[in-house]
């Protein structure tokens, strides 16, 4: 078997008194598309920069494809960065600075130039190659950060919120762009957001990270249905969760459970599924797709209920206020967040 | 009727803002007078100076038009050699400063931390509150015989320089230093870090980087620094009257003739050396197309 990508082994980051990364163990396969998920402050973008080599660790080591890259420098590691504010030069033309690591590695006028033109085909600029990057749009800024980071086929390509200045139609465009680059290039693409629904759509595995730790490591699917710690289940999606004297009035069971707003089921009376709940409608938010329900249980707890399928008339959401209802759910449909508990109640 | 009330409440603001072209004369009239009457009054009177004469039993200045000023300051020796020596006085100065400063300021804007910036910045500054006098003396200080400098670099068999003009380059890359540091500092702030981290992320080494990314974006800044440094020193005879022995500069020559000699329109013509010189540097800088960007 190949070695990993990228091997991290007790990597901690420490600024000052301030710990970045609190000890990160990762192996990242080749050819893999990995998200780094988590809020601003978390350490992601610092563990990207730590495998980008333009920070230092203070303990632990980083290895590229089986070798010991940790105190090697940027200039000679073989990954990529694509930059959040993109980093284009502001004296050179797209082109120059598509062909710029070209250039440093020595390569031939004409050969970079035509490498350089090929990959700004490749990112749909082909005619831009003579504009400032001042005189690009967002988006056309983005595509050139990527083409320049592309054309020296790094064997990693690393991504820091690269779509975090771009409106949301933009946004989704490029999405499926990424996508498709990196099943072309077949490289291993590391990409760091704070948009959970940018990771859970683009990746083949997903850290979330909280406080310089990688708080659960998984599929996008494994992380959203089953998270393992309460911040996993609010921060990727939204949980309702239920804990303390509500879960055991509920569920005859101490413990901490999430439950996703879109596995209840709301009416008029219970109508036999696994566990019941009555409360009031507190709040109707139309959504377009369909609508969220703020449900006031009895119980003392406040329940999100996403409702997909219009089941009630839209017209009279404000008139659901105040109305009595029934919230019902699947045993299969909680999750345990506290281990010391069984899954199933 | 609540309109009216309303006019007559911001009456003047109102006024002014239907009438654009009052406002702007009422903003501009005073600095452009000051401005006209500095600068371009006193630069004039100095241009038509330079084409009058001096009366010679009386040493009053005479309206009488003629070249000879002009004809004397291109043709006499001394003016042509004390004009090189000048010229090249201020390139070094320039040059020294430049590779002074850039160091300095990548220093204080990419390295130090945001509290040893600050200090840096005033650390900079502070010597400019001094007067350019004790700064100047201090240097004859320094460089005497038995100076600091002397005791410094006897150990290791050197001599002070003495007074003379590596005293004076000396002396005026301290003096100019500040105005240097200051305009590239200001424009590595601009530089992103971002950049230097792609450009070593896409392979250049360090040097390369400064070559290739940092030099091209600090060229406006250094060529605005180069011009303070360029000419003050065009400017300056103080300094080079301090510790600069027996050697004299441009200004000096415009000195001597003011004073001692009491010959008013050639001190006029030789002053206007200076001024064609940093046009001509002016020029030479337009044309690399440095000042585009600024």
Redesign the interface.
């Known amino acids: 078997m190949s070695a990993p990508a990228i091997s991290l082994r007790g990597l901690r980051k420490e600024f000052g008194s301030v710990t970045a990364v609190d000890g990160v163990d990762l192996d990242i396969a080749q050819g893999e598309f990995f998200s780094m998920l988590g809020p601003s402050g978390s350490g992601k973008t610092t563990v990207l920069r730590l495998i980008a080599g333009f920070e230092q660790p203070t303990a632990g080591t980083i290895e590229l494809f089986g070798e010991d890259v940790t105190s090697t420098a940027p200039f000679d590691r073989d990954v990529n960065t694509v930059f959040q504010d993109y980093a284009l030069f502001p004296h050179l033309s797209v082109l120059e600075n598509v062909a710029y690591g070209l250039r440093v590695r020595g390569m031939g006028k004409r050969e970079r130039a035509e490498r350089a033109r090929e990959a700004l085909e490749g990112v749909r600029l082909g005619g831009y190659g003579d504009r400032r990057p001042s005189a690009l749009s967002g988006g056309q800024r983005q595509r050139v950060a990527l083409a320049r980071a592309t054309v020296l086929r790094p064997k990693v390509l690393l991504l820091d919120e690269p779509l975090g200045a771009l409106d949301l139609k933009l946004r989704e465009q490029m999405q499926v762009e990424l996508k498709q680059l990196q099943r072309s290039l077949g490289i291993t693409f590391i990409f760091v957001t704070h948009d959970q629904e940018e990771a859970l759509t683009l990746s083949d595995r997903v850290a979330v990270f909280n406080d310089g730790r990688i708080e659960q490591l998984g599929t996008p699917a494994e992380i959203y249905e089953r998270p393992q710690s309460r911040f996993v289940a609010t921060f990727v999606g939204t949980s309702n969760v239920l804990e303390g004297a509500v879960a055991a009035q509920l569920l005859g069971v101490p413990g901490t459970f999430a439950l996703r707003p879109e596995r209840i089921t709301l009416a008029d009376a219970p109508t036999g599924r696994d566990r019941a709940a009555s409360g009031t409608i507190a709040e109707v938010v139309y959504l377009g797709t369909g609508r969220r329900i703020i449900v006031d249980l009895d119980a003392g707890l406040q329940l999100t209920v996403l409702e997909h399928t219009l089941g009630r008339d839209a017209a009279s959401d404000a008139a659901l206020r105040g109305t009595r209802v029934v919230a019902e759910w699947s045993d299969r449909d909680l999750v345990a967040l506290d281990a010391a508990v069984p899954v199933t109640p | 009727m609540s309109a009216t009330t309303s006019t007559r409440r911001h009456s003047v603001s109102a006024f002014l803002f239907e009438h654009a072209r009052l406002r702007l004369a009422l903003l501009l009239t005073a600095p452009l007078f000051w401005l006209g009457l500095v600068y371009i009054v006193a630069l004039a009177a100095l241009l038509v100076t330079a084409f009058w004469t001096v009366d010679s039993f009386t040493g009053e200045v005479r309206i009488e038009w003629t070249l000879d000023n002009i004809v004397t300051v291109l043709t006499a020796s001394v003016y042509q050699s004390v004009t090189l020596r000048t010229v090249g006085i201020a390139l070094l100065v320039t040059v020294i400063d430049i590779l002074l400063a850039l160091p300095i300021a990548f220093f204080m804007a990419k390295v130090a931390g945001p509290r040893l910036q600050r200090a840096l910045v005033i650390a900079v500054l502070t010597p400019l509150w001094a007067s350019y006098l004790v700064k100047a003396y201090s240097w004859r200080t320094v460089l005497s015989p038995e100076g600091l400098f002397a005791w410094l670099v006897e150990p290791i068999g050197g001599s002070s320089p003495g007074y003379g003009i590596p005293a004076t380059v000396i002396t005026l890359s301290y003096l100019w230093l500040p105005y240097v540091i200051l305009p590239i500092y200001a424009g590595l702030e601009r530089v992103?870090d971002?950049?230097l981290?792609?450009?070593?992320?896409?392979?250049?080494?360090p040097w390369?980087t400064v070559r290739?990314?940092v030099l091209?974006?600090l060229y406006p800044a250094v060529i605005a620094g180069s011009i303070f440094s360029f000419s003050l020193t065009l400017g300056d005879y103080i300094a080079v009257s301090i510790v600069g022995g027996a050697n004299q500069m441009l200004g000096n020559l415009v000195y001597t003739n003011v004073g001692t000699a009491n010959n008013l329109p050639l001190a006029a013509a030789a002053a206007l050396i200076p001024i064609a010189i940093i046009m001509v540097y002016l020029a030479a800088v337009r044309r690399t197309g440095a000042l585009d960007n600024l």
């Open positions: 992103p971002s950049l981290d792609a450009s070593s992320d896409l392979g250049a080494k390369r290739s990314v091209p974006l």
